[in-house]
């Protein structure tokens, strides 16, 4: 029996599982990320299934675009295969916007779901699932997982271990790695061209992406942009699983993400978009916290006045 605990979970927007249910991601200790799904009651033990695991989708993937060099032996090119399939940290994309609702938030039964999620080998990867839910595709009989987009992380060359040559076997091929991930809700423009904002935290760094879809046809490609470094050095990163988007953009379509640590509350305001205008506000915390668990948004709503008729 494994050992491993629970490191992290969340829920996918609706629509992914059984009667347009959610469905839940379990990332545990042993870096395995798994989706699980209700078929039955909730409360019955017995009707949670383990639908599929993430980290195969990598292993298919690096298994057709991964070779090994003439020059690298068996031993190496088979850990550096297990160091990219090993998942550090995930986040669902946010429920698209449906064009026929004047870009209103959906779920993901009108659009092909993605989940992004990052390795050991500092690489990010956006993953494309097919349930066999999707009213669009409904052929499909089991759930189906493909790699959309993958691209590697900037690390400044001061910030890489001179050590990695003397590591045991155990470390050699690790790099830094992304531990934070948050996807912004999308944004529709005049084309009905689907942008986000994928942000996330390396080392002591916070940079982001902007993600995009083109459809063609029946296809859908996603594109991501180079990096943007927003902040280069955070002091204390102590908030693991706290960074976290507003669920919706705001009256003039920007984004908002706060990202608390232990001494400090970070804010950014952005639109989505290929070219990135981040405004970034922080507010320093006279006592330090102790280590944060989580965050949450409220949502406020303007009370209307009575009136008597």
């Given at each position: 029996?494994?050992?491993?605990?629970?490191?992290?979970?969340?829920?996918?927007?609706?629509?992914?599982g059984?009667?347009?249910r959610?469905?839940?991601?379990?990332l545990?200790?042993?870096?395995?990320?798994?989706?699980w799904?209700?078929v039955?009651k909730?409360?019955?033990?017995?009707?949670w299934?383990?639908s599929c695991?993430?980290?195969?989708?990598?292993?298919?993937?690096?298994?057709?675009?991964?070779?090994?060099?003439?020059?690298?032996s068996?031993?190496?090119?088979f850990?550096?295969l297990?160091?990219?399939?090993?998942?550090?940290?995930?986040?669902?994309?946010p429920?698209?916007p449906?064009?026929?609702l004047?870009?209103?938030s959906?779920d993901?039964?009108?659009?092909?779901p993605?989940?992004?999620v990052?390795n050991d080998?500092?690489?990010?990867l956006?993953?494309?699932?097919?349930?066999?839910?999707?009213?669009?595709?409904?052929?499909?009989?089991?759930?189906?997982?493909?790699?959309?987009?993958?691209?590697?992380v900037?690390?400044?060359?001061?910030?890489?271990?001179p050590?990695?040559?003397?590591?045991?076997?155990?470390?050699?091929w690790?790099?830094?790695?992304?531990d934070?991930?948050?996807?912004?809700p999308?944004?529709l423009?005049?084309?009905?061209?689907l942008?986000?904002?994928?942000?996330f935290?390396?080392?002591?760094s916070?940079?982001?992406t902007?993600v995009?879809?083109?459809?063609?046809g029946?296809?859908?490609?996603?594109?991501?942009t180079?990096?943007?470094?927003l902040?280069?050095?955070i002091?204390d990163?102590?908030?693991?699983?706290c960074?976290?988007?507003a669920?919706?953009?705001?009256g003039?379509?920007e984004?908002f993400?706060?990202?608390p640590?232990?001494?400090s509350?970070?804010?950014?305001?952005?639109?989505?978009g290929l070219?990135?205008?981040?405004?970034?506000?922080?507010?320093?915390?006279?006592?330090?916290?102790?280590?944060?668990?989580g965050t949450?948004?409220t949502?406020?709503?303007?009370r209307?006045?009575?009136?008597?008729?």
């Amino acid at each position: 029996m494994s050992e491993a605990y629970i490191h992290a979970l969340d829920w996918s927007p609706p629509g992914l599982g059984k009667h347009k249910r959610s469905v839940l991601a379990v990332l545990t200790s042993n870096h395995i990320l798994s989706i699980w799904e209700c078929v039955g009651k909730p409360e019955i033990a017995t009707d949670w299934v383990r639908s599929c695991v993430i980290n195969h989708a990598l292993q298919a993937h690096y298994k057709d675009m991964d070779k090994r060099d003439p020059e690298e032996s068996e031993h190496d090119h088979f850990e550096r295969l297990r160091a990219k399939q090993r998942i550090r940290a995930f986040t669902w994309s946010p429920s698209p916007p449906d064009p026929s609702l004047s870009g209103a938030s959906g779920d993901c039964t009108a659009r092909s779901p993605y989940l992004a999620v990052s390795n050991d080998r500092g690489e990010v990867l956006i993953i494309r699932l097919q349930t066999p839910y999707d009213v669009l595709e409904p052929e499909t009989s089991h759930w189906t997982l493909s790699v959309a987009e993958t691209f590697s992380v900037d690390v400044s060359e001061t910030k890489q271990s001179p050590l990695s040559a003397c590591m045991p076997v155990t470390f050699k091929w690790r790099s830094p790695f992304v531990d934070q991930l948050a996807w912004s809700p999308w944004a529709l423009d005049s084309s009905n061209t689907l942008t986000s904002i994928l942000a996330f935290t390396l080392q002591s760094s916070l940079q982001c992406t902007s993600v995009k879809l083109n459809e063609l046809g029946t296809h859908t490609d996603v594109v991501t942009t180079s990096s943007a470094l927003l902040l280069g050095e955070i002091s204390d990163t102590q908030a693991t699983g706290c960074m976290k988007w507003a669920s919706k953009l705001n009256g003039t379509k920007e984004a908002f993400l706060v990202y608390p640590t232990r001494k400090s509350f970070y804010c950014l305001q952005a639109q989505p978009g290929l070219s990135l205008d981040i405004q970034i506000s922080a507010q320093e915390i006279n006592t330090p916290w102790d280590e944060i668990a989580g965050t949450s948004y409220t949502v406020w709503m303007p009370r209307k006045p009575l009136t008597n008729r």
